[in-house]
Structures are given as C-alpha cells and as structure tokens.
C-alpha cells in the first residue's frame, strides 16, 4: 500500500514537481499534485493522504483524522494555532514555510529608503505638478534601526542594512537572546524602555495572541516625532486608528505598512489617506518572486526526507505558541 501525498499548490514549476517527486521517491512516497480549481480532486486525494503540502484552511478541515503531518507554504500560521478545530487529528505535526527573508527584506529597504528620502511628499508634490526638491533626507548609512522580531525575516533585515553601512541594529524579541547581525537584543519586555530613542522601527511578528496591539496608543506616544514605523509582520500588531492620529497631526514622521487590518483594506477606510503613508496590499513576502518558491519547495524536500527516516522536521511549529 503506497504511502501518499496531497499537492495543492498554485505556484509550482515543471522543475519544483520534478524535485518533489524525486525527494519523495526517496522517502517511500506517492506524490499527487492539484491546482487551485482542482479542490475537490485535491479533497478527494487527501482522505488517504498522510501528508499534505498546501496553503488551504478549508482543505486542510476536510482531512481525515488519519492526516500525520500539514506543511503549510505560508510562513504565518496563525489561522491554524487560533483554530485547533480545523485539524482532525490533533495530533497532526504543523510546519511552516519561512522561505521569505529575502523577498521581505528588499521590501522593507525599499519602502526604509521610499521614507527616508521623502518618496511620500515628493509623490504628492509631483502629482499637484509643483516643483520642490529641497526636503530634508536622511540614509540608511549610520542610521539606527530597531528590529521587533528577529527571526528569518528580521535576520535577513539586519544583514542587508548592515551591508547598506547601517550604524545600529537592535533587535527586540521575546527572550531576548543574542542573534548574529545584530548589536544587541533585548527582550520585548524592555519595548516601552526603548521606544523613546527609536529612529526606524520595523515590526516582523507573528500573529499570537501577545502580538496584538503590541503597537497601541500608549506606545505610540513615545516614538520620537521624527520616527519611522515599517510593518511586514501582521497587521493586528498595530493600533491603526491612533497611528493615522499621529501620522495626520505630524506626531509621527511616518509609516510602510504592508500588513493591515482588515485585509483587504476597505474603500473608506481613514489608511488610504493617512499623511506620509506608503500602503502595500501585502506584497512582500508573497510567491511571486522565484527565488522564495525555489526555498519554499527545497524546505518541504528535506523536511519530507527526514519524515521518511523518522527524524524530527527542521520546520515544526509550536501550535500553542502559534510559530
């Protein structure tokens, strides 16, 4: 009896299945690859599927209790911590996919720079067809930066701003231990000790239950006026209304949110006109770059080889924790 696999991916190449089925082969596996208008094909695979490769909440509720392992293609799986219901098996092992450093931290140096040379007051001073160009800027060189999270996404942060002649990177995470590239880490707990003196803050959290709001009003509030606030973590962590606040009033030199709430972002809602505002509909740490799904699909192969030795995956998630 063959051991299988349910693909539900919209993103994989010729190349990324030929590299599935070979890791496969080797680890005593069937592979069966669906797209995304195949959800009942893929459905009906997967009730004798032991694992499950895919981004899909309402497939994953359709598994049989017999589903061992779901690998989920997305780095954030807070839908399935929030929701033990959605698995049949609790039991079933959770993996995440954090291929996206790489993609998230250009985009975090691009929207760092877009603000630092005053890309949102330049874009409003060309669209009214005026002519201006004397506003003050500053660089990443010998800047300081804050890193609220230090994981993949902020590593790969540090080090390109690092290479950019960075003059201070401090990062801020839950224990607090030491991570290469940055000049010190403290724990969270220190976060209303540290933001008084914060240049750019950059926020990379997951969605749990103690990142909501971490960013209130109260915090807020003591950002210096001439701060920055870039956020590609989620969008909860942030207190929105007092943030367009202080971005309308100047209280805040401004902000790149690439992560909101809500998702999709309302027609009416006060964000899109928020003053010096750079607005991304989550874009940056997507699949559309190819480098992120070669990762992506190279993190399930090894993961899917050491499932098939019985050794312990390299990508398990702590569903209590929520990453």
Not at 105 to 113: G, N, S, Y
Request: glycine share 8%.
């Amino acid at each position: 009896m063959s051991r299988d696999i349910c693909i539900y991916q919209e993103f994989l190449t010729g190349v990324h299945r030929a590299k599935i089925e070979s890791a496969a082969a080797q680890a005593g596996f069937v592979p069966h690859f669906f797209a995304p208008d195949q959800f009942e094909e893929a459905r009906e695979c997967l009730q004798r599927c032991e694992v499950l490769y895919a981004h899909s909440p309402d497939l994953l509720r359709t598994a049989p209790a017999s589903l061992k392992w779901y690998c989920c293609s997305y780095a954030g799986v807070d839908p399935y911590c929030k929701d033990p219901s959605v698995f049949a098996n609790p039991d079933c092992m959770l993996t995440n996919s954090n291929s996206y450093g790489v993609t998230i931290a250009e985009h975090v140096v691009m929207v760092t720079l877009m603000l630092l040379r005053r890309m949102p007051e330049y874009g409003a001073i060309v669209r009214d067809r005026e002519w201006s160009n004397q506003l003050p800027i500053r660089s990443i060189r010998d800047n300081e930066f804050t890193l609220l999270g230090t994981g993949n996404i902020g590593i790969n942060v540090a080090e390109r701003l690092r290479g950019m002649g960075a003059a201070q990177i401090i990062g801020l995470s839950r224990s607090g231990r030491a991570v290469p590239g940055f000049d010190a880490v403290s724990p969270i707990s220190r976060l209303d000790e540290i933001l008084p003196s914060v240049k750019i803050l950059i926020m990379s959290l997951p969605g749990t239950p103690e990142t909501v709001h971490i960013l209130n009003r109260d915090r807020i509030a003591l950002l210096p006026r001439d701060a920055y606030v870039i956020n590609v973590g989620r969008g909860t962590a942030i207190e929105q209304k007092p943030l367009i606040e202080a971005l309308n009033s100047g209280r805040l030199a401004g902000a790149a949110l690439d992560v909101m709430d809500p998702e999709p972002l309302p027609p009416d809602h006060p964000l899109w006109e928020a003053k010096n505002l750079i607005l991304t509909p989550h874009v940056s740490g997507n699949m559309t770059l190819g480098y992120t799904c070669d990762v992506n699909v190279e993190m399930f192969c090894t993961d899917l080889l050491r499932y098939g030795r019985g050794e312990p995956l390299k990508n398990l998630v702590d569903r209590t924790r929520g990453y």
